[in-house]
């Protein structure tokens, strides 16, 4: 067959079964290989749909600039289709996008501007507002916005969700993706589940993101969110794509689960793709085991290529250095919290304790900070630097309540963390927190991080 132009080409994706990985598990494993879309991703499919949506509403004209933020995977689509129809390309990354993902957008004629990661969505400086003032600032510009632009989730409910149906001819009972804009997800689990009614979809998050909590409480909760590292999944907005009535469950993965996986696909399934896939992958696996019947077809969706990822999960030193491989010199939150005996009680004070009382706690105890919680949750954190100038400039503050006082959260982190990503995200004046498996509440200071790299 001759296409016209590479776009023509994106859809169709084959689906493979898992061969090895899948050992032990009841019901069938199959893989949507999505790098076989031109762009290596399944971002293809909703690039174009956005773009000629907005062609068809007036938005996009001739001889336009297509503006956005992205993780890298809907800039390559987005920078194909405006290669075929003749748009000019500006993209927005978070700096812990791979290199790779920057390099291939400036090989295919975008210019792309790197913002930084660690501010809130608000931040001017944050990806999303960059493209949004671009968008504002260029004449003719045009901003897709994936999170929001509802023509991503309908890409998926047109094309992902029928191949689906129709290659496993109507026999897929389960359905697993990452989530991240929610496109991919609440397409085509709406579709399948259009279909049959007792579908099963299980969205993959990672830890330092939104999703999952806000799906069991309803409750946005701010103190889930920290940093991480995988790319593509997990987000500390909630973006109109995610339709959450169609996700029936969510399962979080830690950043080194979804490496060790990711490169499991590629040297036992022959499957070379990127980092969330190995989320996807390493999260259905475990919904499997305990739920997956003799009978049952599961379908995972597999987003993008591993070319976007030869410099970290594909590179053993960037491994070793983020603790993802066997080595001694590194260990984790887990370690330090696994040491700690049963009877550990983490030292807290409440928002309307007396400001002089959690100062005798802190010196009864010892410590230098100490959360501050209300209801269960971790709603600020007194330092005794901070709280030593706050008394000197004003003495009387002592017989303030703490909620007076008190500073920001400290931060929560994923309890695989390595001790070298602890430590760089160990503030000058705040130590970090992290749940136990048990869900009880862990402080971890620069002493813990010290005493476990001397063990």
């Known amino acids: 067959m001759i296409y016209n132009s590479i776009i023509d080409t994106i ?68 920078a194909l289709t405006g290669i075929a129809k003749g748009y000019k390309c500006i993209f ?89 804009t929610g496109g991919s997800m609440s397409g085509t689990a709406k579709y399948l589940k259009e279909q049959f009614d007792g579908l099963v979809s299980v969205g993959v998050d990672t830890y330092g993101s939104v999703f999952k909590k806000y799906k069991e409480t309803g409750e946005f909760d701010e103190n889930e969110i920290y940093p991480y590292l995988t790319e593509g999944i997990g987000e500390d907005i909630l973006p109109k794509n995610v339709d959450f009535s169609v996700i029936d469950h ?91 005996n049963e009877e550990y009680q983490l030292v807290v004070v409440r928002k309307m304790d007396k400001v002089r009382d959690a100062i005798a706690i802190m010196n009864e105890k010892s410590v230098s900070q100490i959360p501050v919680m209300e209801d269960g949750q971790v709603v600020g954190c007194l330092t005794d630097n901070k709280l030593l100038l706050k008394i000197i400039e004003n003495p009387e503050i002592k017989d303030s309540t703490v909620d007076q006082v008190m500073e920001d959260s400290m931060h929560f982190v994923a309890l695989d963390s390595t001790l070298d990503v602890l430590s760089s995200m160990v503030e000058k004046e705040k130590a970090v927190l992290v749940r136990d498996e048990a869900h009880r509440v862990h402080i971890i200071t620069k002493h813990d991080i010290l005493e476990a790299i001397t063990r």
Not at 255 to 262: C, E, L, P, R
Not at 298 to 308: A, F, N
Request: glycine residues 10%.
């Open 250 to 340: 969510f399962i979080k993965v830690t950043d080194k689960d979804a490496a060790v996986m990711t490169r499991r696909l590629s040297r036992e399934e022959g499957l070379f793709v990127g980092w969330s896939c190995g989320s996807a992958v390493h999260g259905a696996l475990e919904y499997a085991k305990e739920n997956l019947k003799k009978g049952d077809v599961m379908v995972i969706l597999l987003p993008d290529h591993g070319t976007r990822y030869l410099g970290k999960v594909y590179n053993d030193e960037w491994m070793r250095n983020h603790g993802f491989m066997e080595n001694k010199t590194y260990r984790s939150a887990r370690d330090i919290v696994n040491a700690r």
């Open 92 to 180: 927005t990354m978070a700096d812990k996008q791979s290199k790779e993902k920057i390099d291939i957008l400036k090989a295919v004629g975008a210019e792309v501007i790197v913002c930084p990661t660690n501010v809130s969505p608000d931040d001017p400086r944050s990806y999303y507002a960059v493209a949004r003032k671009l968008n504002k600032d260029i004449p003719n510009s045009f901003y897709p916005n994936q999170y929001d632009n509802l023509s991503n989730w309908k890409a998926h409910y047109e094309t992902t969700g029928p191949e689906i149906w129709k290659d496993t001819a109507g026999t897929v009972t389960h359905f697993v993706a990452g989530v991240g």
């Open 11 to 78: 859809g169709n994706t084959p689906l493979v079964r898992l061969n090895k990985l899948n050992k032990g598990i009841a019901g069938e494993v199959l893989v949507k290989v999505e790098y076989f879309n031109p762009g290596n991703s399944m971002k293809d499919r909703m690039a174009i749909k956005m773009v000629e949506d907005a062609e068809k509403a007036g938005v996009l004209k001739p001889g336009g600039t297509i503006i956005e933020g992205t993780s890298g995977n809907t800039g390559m689509g987005l």
